[in-house]
């Protein structure tokens, strides 16, 4: 496997950056790096009283912010209990008299603080940030001593989230210090709408009362107000309203940010914070005449393109090993065409929220879930947990949504079951008094927050009860059966409707919107790590198709540890989705573009040779930059005739380009070759200036009939299942898809015999050429031990191992690394060509591979495909074959093992092929 390249700095602590881009002052301290820590799994530690000890206690180094489970924290012990850090240092604030506060990102779970041996303070919960002032402790111009106290102990009403890749323990976000004013500025949230006007709702703790200035100072001077204040002693609420004119508006084509500062001038000083804010509005709004709302981005609507990121690092766990890497996954996500995020069952860390906005992304944050059962002790620290990650992330705006719960994790009562008699009866319930304590969230977090759409829950179990979102998760696979649920979910969406709701409660118009889906879970046992593009593409086809969708959450943005549907692997490499093979220019951004030609036919149907096939198109439109222009739709119908590429029709046609929505185009009619082949259809839709829109296309598996004077023909062209060899010596031998491949694992070769045309059918054989497609042949465990069938549940989302190269749905999809294999070919004995086959690849290439699977929820080495290969027999052997008419061909390969492909798999439509002329 390729190894991952994440790792620290050379030199230094990791993050030395400020860890609040949001919220940042001048004066402080990054207290990253090494501390000195003990472990004690076994006990609470507290009565040992290690706050007392001396350095010499603690036995271990531990590298802050890393949790102690991570491998870059240098601990590596996956143990819940009580983690002791240790940190000497000597600091003192650059202006004398600031008041000096100790601030954490996160600690996982509770929390408690000594400095200098003085208890400083409390914390519980593992992803709000929080602060303890340590002005009265603290020795400035001497050493100081901190200890923190940090418990894990996973109890049951703890919101820890999704933490089954990689616990959060301990010490998981930034530490440092920071000197303030004795007056400063607490918080400020900014809320913007389109036109300009910025209303600021700021705290401000002052210990001297008195006259004060409260001024912002944007976009280099360019916007700026200030406001004359009467502060008195403590926390003081202030509201302040200015208007910026000509506002640029935030969005993830235009990020636009007014970068600058809060300053509070008063006679006990100034305290200043650099922060910016985004212009911009998220709502929804109906449009027409129709009955239902799209969500909308500065008035407008917008298509959300979306995937779920778990936001696991394979060292740093949920932990970034720097801010380079926070923002090389905003870029990644953007190079995809995709333009928003779903931040999965956790709030993410304010610096990668800071490269959301400023690169230009929206997030759907998740708050974290807890596990046990929704009571008493559950309830508040789900609470107070909540209200801390709003009030940090609220002024980001790259955030669009909150979502309170997902998929009713934590909201189920164990011990109120139904009657048990029945086996197919759930274990727990959703009881009504939790039912309405999730709406009660709900209509909380849009009191605190009325700028931002907010879902109750993100269900898989048609379990919302109030909601801005109307969303909803599946795992399907198979073309029919993603279609057919689509347009059930669809055609039961209206308000009134029952559908996704608990009883007693209805749809309203709240937009559509997937908010999870993908094949990961939608096959038996799981899909292992097998291709994604092909699915991909047809799913994206079938959302687009319907007016009512706002968009989608695919599952998921990099594999993890169990899971392997992602865009990208768990280290950052890149999958190969092979688009471009089938339309020049085609990446996974064109199945993206706001403005989409939907194909709305199979990605693949068997059609005869020479048919004229009508394929039906729809436009789908959620951008208004081309309205009033005419684009062009132009298209080819085109087959690689044994590596010709060869155009069977095309054309082109003009659309007038106006109006949002979904809306039926003229069908188009293509004639299909007259031979065997796997046509492909594609479509272009560009500006009449050539500047590409988006790029789509379809497959036809294009089936021949014997022609009546095709005699003479057909006794050139000798064609051998690949399954008919006369005898193989490879160590690991199996045939796939109906025995239309053959494969042969490790060192070995096939042999087969193979009559030629008889000097009545041809009198001369002036040259022979051998055709056949193949691939390198990697060995998976099942294929030397046997499958496993894992049952898929619940105990996934807490990392249980996905045995995948036992699972017998794994093939895996083509990406940056190889496995390559070479092979030679033999006739009758004597070597006349060999081939490097450069990989085992699958993925949306294997068109017929996938074309032949017999059912929908199991995968039988499905998208693989090889490599055509061609052997133009030289004169001296066609001489002796032109003799006795027959000939042995030998396929021999290395370790890397073959796999040749037959008509009903691969890439191209053919068995062995021996063509005589």
Known sequence: MITPTHELPATGAPRPEFPRPDWERADWLSLNGAWSFRLNPGSDGQEELWQEQKESEFDAQIIVPFSWVSPLSGIGRNEKGTGWYRRGIRWSPAQTGSRLFLCFGAVDYSCDVWINGTHAGSHAGAYGSFELEVTGLWRTGSDNVIVVRAEDCDYSY?????????????????????????????????????????????TIEAKQAGAAVLAFDFDNGAVRHSEELQLSEGANEISVSFAVDEPRLWSP???????????????????????????????????????????????????????????????????????????????????????????????????????????????????????????EAARAAYEREAREVIERDRNHPSIFSWVMFNETWGLKTDDQAPDQTRDWVPANRYLPETQQWVRDIYRWAKQLDPTRLVEDNSPCNWDHVESDLNTWHFYKNGYEIVREHVEGVVDQTF?????????????????????????????????????????????????????????????????????????????????????????????????????????????????????????????????????????????????????????????????????????????????????????????????????????????????????????????????????????????????????????????????????????????????????????????????????????????????????????????YMTDEERHESRIEVCIDGEPVESFLLPDDPADSRGVLSWHYQTVANKLEEAGSYGYLCKVSVPGRIAAKLDRTRKLLLTIRTDEGGVALYGRNAGRYPIDLLVSCN
């Open 495 to 811: 308000p009134g409707s029952t559908l996704n709701y608990c009883e007693g409660f209805t749809q309203s118009d709240a937009p559509l919107m997937n908010s999870e889906c993908g094949n990961v879970w939608g096959i038996e046992g799981g899909a292992g790590d097998s291709d994604i593009a092909w699915h991909y593409r047809y799913m994206l086809n079938e959302f687009r198709r319907h007016d009512k969708m706002c968009g989608f959450v695919f599952t998921e943005f990099r594999d993890v540890t169990n899971e392997f549907n992602g865009y990208y692997r768990l280290n950052g490499t890149e999958k190969r989705f092979g688009y471009e093979a089938f339309v020049p220019g085609m990446t996974l951004t064109d199945l993206h573009s706001p403005d989409f030609i939907v194909i709305d036919a199979p990605p693949c149907q068997t059609v005869d040779a020479s048919a004229a096939v009508q394929v039906a198109l729809l436009r789908s439109s959620f951008d208004d930059r081309h309205f009033g222009k005419t684009l062009r739709l132009s298209w080819e119908l085109w087959f690689d005739d044994l590596g010709v590429r060869t155009v069977a029709d095309q054309g082109s046609v003009a659309l007038e380009w106006n109006g949002y929505g979904v809306s039926p185009l003229a069908p188009l009619t293509v004639r299909m070759p007259d031979q065997d082949a796997v046509a492909v259809l594609g479509l272009k839709l560009s500006t009449l200036e050539g500047e590409a829109v988006m790029r789509n296309f379809t497959t036809f598996d294009v089936r021949s009939k014997a022609h009546d004077d095709a005699a003479e023909e057909s006794s050139r062209r000798i064609s051998v299942p690949v399954g008919q060899f006369k005898s193989q010596t490879f160590p690991y031998q199996w045939n796939a898809i109906q025995g239309h491949k053959t494969n042969g694992g490790g060192a070995g070769m096939f042999e087969y015999e193979i009559a030629l045309p008889d000097q009545a059918e041809l009198g001369f054989l002036s040259s022979v050429d051998i055709y056949f497609e193949a691939g390198a042949k990697r060995l998976l465990v099942r294929n030397i031990e046997g499958d496993v069938q894992i049952k898929a549940d619940i105990s996934f989302m807490h990392g249980a191992d996905a045995h995948t190269e036992r699972n017998s749905n794994t093939y």
């Open 158 to 202: 703890q919101a820890r989230g999704k933490q089954g890749y990689g616990e959060l323990r301990g010490i998981w976000q930034p530490v440092w210090l920071e000197a303030r004013c004795s007056n400063y500025i607490k918080s400020a949230a900014f809320a913007t709408r389109i036109d300009g006007s910025v209303s600021v709702t700021a």
């Open 253 to 375: 084509d235009t990020p636009s940010l007014y970068e600058g500062e809060v300053r509070l001038a008063s006679e006990a000083g100034e305290d200043a914070v650099s922060t910016y804010f985004g212009i911009r509005e998220i709502g929804t709004a109906l449009f027409g005449d129709r009955s239902y709302r799209w969500i909308t981005l500065n008035g407008k609507p917008v298509y959300l393109n979306g995937t779920l990121d778990q936001s696991y690092h394979p060292t740093g766990y949920f932990t970034y090993p720097s801010d380079e890497e926070m923002r090389d996954e905003i870029y990644l996500m953007k190079r995809l065409g995709l333009n928003f995020v779903r931040i999965h069952i956790k709030p993410e860390e304010p610096r990668k929220l800071y490269w959301a906005d400023k690169l230009g992304i929206l997030v759907m944050e998740d708050m974290p879930c807890f596990w046990g059962n929704p009571d």
